[in-house]
């Protein structure tokens, strides 16, 4: 019995064998060829290159290939994130001893976590510059109604004139007392419709204008004088035209965010430059790796101050990075406590001139 179903197995096995290579054939039996290198196909992908030996040409195919690298996306990047967010040092680790293929590169990663977060302060600008416009249009109506109100009490001011007139020769009052009536409602009306708009602004307005008032102040007679020409230049060309040159500062500082990972490693080297086993190469895949968690904790803390929970955002920006970062060495360099403690205290210091010189780099690289 059981070397029937062995034989039925091998018999099955024989014929999907020959089904995929008789599948891959050309019309007239001719042997069909790959389409990108042009070698022999003897099955459904091709020996050389990895394609695909059938090819589809229909837009229903188009989605089923988004949805393939979708989940094929998906499959490296939930077994990545988490390890990221919770074990980092696991996960840097673990890259560093060869499993590749079971997570997304640092690398990649580190990419894609920029784009998020340049998107996600992009869409947090462009949503606050919308907001100062709202802020505008009700300005724009606020100053609408004072006329308005302004207007009415000319009016009222009239009828009361006409109909002490009237009243003392005697006349009929009737119409001008309905036109009284009429003038009473519509200046109530609008004096209701600016107390509500003037209350729902009036403490912004309050702190917008104090803010305004000190920057003014501020930048009453400052001057930039560094000592160094092209920071002198750049920092003036800001004062000149600042809306131009934040866009330019965000688009450099996006181009350029990859900076950050060469002013990174040498510092990182320094942490540990007598510890045997331990590359330049490991070094610049703990710094992808944190500086992809520092991307995507950017992002959690901007959308935290968008919908206003600006103290939860505070705190995890302050609390979480030395966490992460102690967590990330013990795991990756496998120190102990006590160094991985020392080196976290130092790390954050290094972040603190990482970032100073990034920023210095992004200033001239805008203003060239």
């Not at 500062?249 to 990972?261: C, E, I, T």
């Amino acid at each position: 019995m059981t070397m029937d179903v062995d034989a039925a197995g091998n018999l099955a096995e024989a014929a999907l064998v020959a089904g995929v290579i008789e599948g891959s054939k050309g019309q007239g039996g001719a042997e069909a060829q790959c389409a990108n290198c042009q070698a022999v196909l003897t099955g459904p992908y091709c020996s050389q290159c990895g394609q695909k030996g059938h090819l589809h040409r229909s837009i229903l195919h188009l989605g089923e290939e988004l949805a393939h690298g979708t989940m094929h996306f998906d499959a490296k990047g939930w077994r990545t994130l988490p390890l990221l967010i919770w074990k980092p040092g696991e996960l840097t680790r673990r890259y560093i001893d060869g499993q590749r293929t079971r997570f997304v590169s640092p690398l990649a990663l580190f990419l894609f976590m920029v784009f998020l977060m340049f998107f996600v302060v992009s869409w947090a600008i462009g949503n606050a510059d919308k907001a100062k416009l709202d802020e505008a249009g009700r300005e724009q109506a606020r100053t609408e109604l004072r006329n308005t109100i302004a207007q009415e009490q000319r009016i009222k001011s009239e009828i009361e004139t006409r109909l002490a007139a009237a009243q003392a020769a005697g006349q009929d009052l009737s119409a001008l007392q309905a036109e009284a009536e009429r003038n009473k409602v519509a200046l109530k009306a609008a004096g209701v419709t600016l107390a509500g708009l003037s209350a729902s602004t009036k403490d912004k307005a309050a702190k917008g204008k104090e803010k305004d008032v000190v920057i003014e102040e501020l930048s009453q007679g400052f001057k930039i004088d560094t000592g160094v020409d092209w920071i002198d230049k750049a920092g003036a060309h800001a004062m000149d035209n600042p809306e131009l040159a934040k866009y330019k500062l965000k688009n450099a500082a996006y181009k350029y965010a990859f900076l950050l990972v060469p002013i990174s490693v040498p510092f990182l080297w320094l942490l540990f430059p007598f510890k045997r086993g331990v590359t330049m190469y490991d070094h610049a895949v703990f710094t992808l790796y944190s500086l992809s968690f520092m991307a995507l904790l950017f992002v959690v803390v901007a959308v935290l101050g968008h919908f206003g929970f600006n103290g939860t955002a505070g705190m995890a920006f302050v609390f979480i990075p030395p966490i992460h970062m102690y967590r990330q060495l013990r795991g990756t360099y496998g120190v102990g406590r006590f160094g991985a403690l020392w080196r976290t205290v130092t790390l954050l210091f290094v972040a603190i001139l990482v970032i100073t010189l990034y920023v210095l780099a992004v200033l001239g690289l805008s203003a060239a």
